[in-house]
Every structure is written in C-alpha cells, then in structure tokens.
C-alpha cells in the first residue's frame, strides 16, 4: 500500500523543492455538498461532445459507456503531437470541447486566454484525484488547479526490441546509460540496421537531446538548442524513422530503438506479445533520468459543449474509469482514489508505476516561451532535413 504512493510524494518532493516551495499545502478535496442541495441545473446543450485527444489513450469500451448513460454523442478525434493541438487552438474555432495538452503546452494555452476556468462544482469526483500531483501542476502550470485535469502522466523514454537490439550490437555491451542507444553514434551506427525511430516533435526530441548533454531539458536558450543539434547531427544518417505511430513501428519490426512514451512503449511490449512474437520489447528507465510529462484534460475557450465536458471530466474522474486507463493503456493515473483498482501486474511494472528512488532522477516538465518554441522548432527542422 505504502510503496504505492510513493512515486506521488517523490513527485511533489522533487518538483515543489525545484521551484524552492518546500511546503506547498496540497489542494484541498472540494467541500462537502451542504446539507439542502441547490436543485441540479438541467443542461440544455445539444447532445454532443468534440474531443481531441492523443491515440491510444482511451480504453475501448468507455466513450460508449458515456455514450449510453448520458445520451451525449462524442466526437472523438485524435494529434500526434502537442505542436498539432496548439495549432488549432490558436488558430481558434477549432470545434473542440474537451483536448489533453501535455503540461509543457497547457501553460501557455493558460496564459494565452485559449483555456476556460472549470467550473468545479460540476466536477464532483475532482477530490478523487492525488493532492501532490494536483499541487505539482498548480504551482508549476495552473494556478489554483483552475483549468487542467490529469488525463496520464508518464515519461519519455527508450523503447527497445531487446532481441534485436542484442544481435544489432554483436560484442558491444548494452550501454549503462540506455539514452546512448540513440543519441551515440558509437551505438547508433550498429542499431540503424534493425531501424532507430524517433518521435516527431521539435519538443520531445530537443529536450531529451539537451538533458543528454547535460542542458536543462527545459532550457529557453537557443544557444542551447544548437548545441543539441550538433549533437543530434552526427546521428542524423542513423535515424530512420520520424514516427507518429511509435506503436506499430516498434511492435511491427520497423524500430528496434526508440525514442518513445514509457506506455506506448508498454503497449508495442503486450501487441507483440499477443502477436506471438518471439521478440521481448522494454521500456527503459536510462541511468539519467527520463522526461516526465502529465497531459491534462481542459475545456476550450470556445467550447460549444461546455456542460457535456463537465459531465464527462466527471465521468473520466471516477476511481475505476481512472484505473481503466491505466490498465489498458500502461500509463499511471493522477487519480489516487483509482490507484487500488489497477490490476497488480500494472501496478508492479516499474515502467509505469516507477520506484521512488527512480522517480528522484527523473526530470519533471517545465515549459518554453513562445519565441524559445520556434528556436526548437527551426533547430529541430535543420536537423530533420539533415541541413
Ligand atoms: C498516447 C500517449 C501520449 C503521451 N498514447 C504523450 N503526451
């Protein structure tokens, strides 16, 4: 039970001492309901629901679950990528009600007015979710926990084929740092044969390229961001795919190295498994650290369904939906009330629910200013395009 909450308090430990708040007092749970309920407003909107959401994060079965209890039809439509959400939001009218932008992103959607404050009254499973983490994102990126819910959380990582890898690399020993794998080129010119794939984004690769080089992953320097480059340049004719199906590369064979999430990794590992293959896939846990990341649900500026939203953050918060998730999906839940009802194998994968003494190297998400993001968008392009 114990060991369980561990990662949460070593979470909130590392992050709240990065910003110098020891003692940030965790978010209180929402008051209890007073004695004569106020009646239940009646909610008038057209039955229907837009949301935008990564691939592969919602287990089968949930939004028809929704579906059938509350009559709202969703629209469920899926990015590959942060840059592709913020896109749409600042280009406005995007039709979108509910969207998960990681953290690193959902702090200037905040700032930039493209985010609604929720209206916490409506979110009456909002107390389900783990004070610490909810104090992490309020004294990071949402004041007062004003408009993001926790979708996941996980980390970016190294996914490998560990039997391909193993053959790919003949006499050389596995690396004891596994981000060598993709950013050495003493390691990468063996794996390019069985095929290296990165995730494609300016802001998943740049900042694993600045921790590997002992820059702040978070850094706003473009100075910085060259130096990474040229590191990332002397792999460039290494890399073989810039994937935006992570899953299916590694589970079919494409990649047998990666720079990945910790549980599309996870999930490529069990495809394959069900797939009979002979070939064991892992993500993970580099002696530096990994990048931590949190997507959280938020409701649009514009949102046309405001109420639907409300409604179906509240349905996302219930205990067994939160462990659904992260049973399906491999990914850790921010929902405390949840953590008992993940099945212990999940549980017990320290690739998804990580050890304490793990958690303290990992590095916690920060974000960018608006001009740093199109330094490493353009840093990130010239190395894509191998200029
Ligand atoms: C989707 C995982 C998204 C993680 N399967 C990165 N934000």
Redo the contacts with the bound molecule.
């Keep these: 039970m114990m060991k369980k909450y561990l990662w949460s308090f070593a979470l909130s430990a590392i992050v709240l001492a990065g910003c110098g708040k020891k003692e940030e007092p965790p978010v209180a749970a929402p008051a209890p309901v007073a004695s004569a309920p106020a009646p239940a407003a009646v909610n008038t909107e057209e039955k229907v629901l837009n949301i935008y959401n990564?691939?592969?994060?919602v287990p089968e079965g949930m939004i028809a679950t929704f579906e059938k209890e509350t009559g709202i039809k969703v629209n469920y439509d899926t990015f590959e990528t942060?840059e592709a959400l913020h896109a749409k939001l600042v280009a406005g009218n995007s039709g979108y009600d509910i969207v998960v932008p990681?953290s690193v992103f959902a702090k200037p959607q905040i700032e930039g007015g493209l985010l609604q404050a929720l209206d916490k009254a409506q979110i009456k499973n909002l107390g389900n979710l783990d004070p610490a983490i909810m104090a992490t994102l309020g004294a990071k990126t949402d004041p007062d926990n004003k408009h993001l819910v926790p979708w996941a959380w996980?980390f970016t990582t190294v996914g490998i084929n560990k039997t391909k890898v193993a053959k790919a690399l003949g006499k050389t020993p596995m690396p004891e740092n596994a981000w060598d794998l993709v950013f050495k080129p003493e390691y990468t010119s063996k794996l390019k044969s069985c095929g290296i794939a990165y995730l494609d984004s300016p802001t998943e690769i740049i900042p694993v390229a600045l921790h590997y080089i002992g820059k702040d992953a978070y850094s706003n320097d473009p100075a910085d961001y060259k130096l990474a480059t040229d590191m990332l340049a002397k792999v460039r004719k290494d890399v073989r795919i810039f994937s935006s199906t992570m899953i299916d590369d590694i589970a079919g064979g494409k990649a047998c190295v990666a720079i990945g999430?910790s549980?599309?990794i996870n999930?490529a590992a069990a495809r394959a498994k069900e797939n009979k293959s002979k070939d064991e896939i892992e993500s993970m846990l580099p002696s530096t650290g990994a990048l931590i990341?949190f997507?959280t649900m938020a409701i649009t500026k514009d949102a046309k369904h405001p109420n639907n939203a409300h409604a179906f953050i509240d349905f996302y918060l219930r205990p067994e939906n939160a462990a659904l998730m992260a049973n399906e999906?491999n990914?850790p839940t921010a929902n405390k009330a949840g953590v008992s009802l993940v099945k212990p194998e999940i549980a017990a994968n320290k690739t998804i629910f990580v050890e304490a003494d793990y958690f303290a190297k990992m590095i916690p998400p920060s974000s960018f200013s608006n001009e740093a993001r199109e330094a490493m968008a353009n840093a990130y392009n010239s190395f894509k395009k191998g200029k």
């Design positions: 990564w691939p592969d994060y942060n990681g996980g999430w549980g599309d999930i990341f997507d999906m990914y």
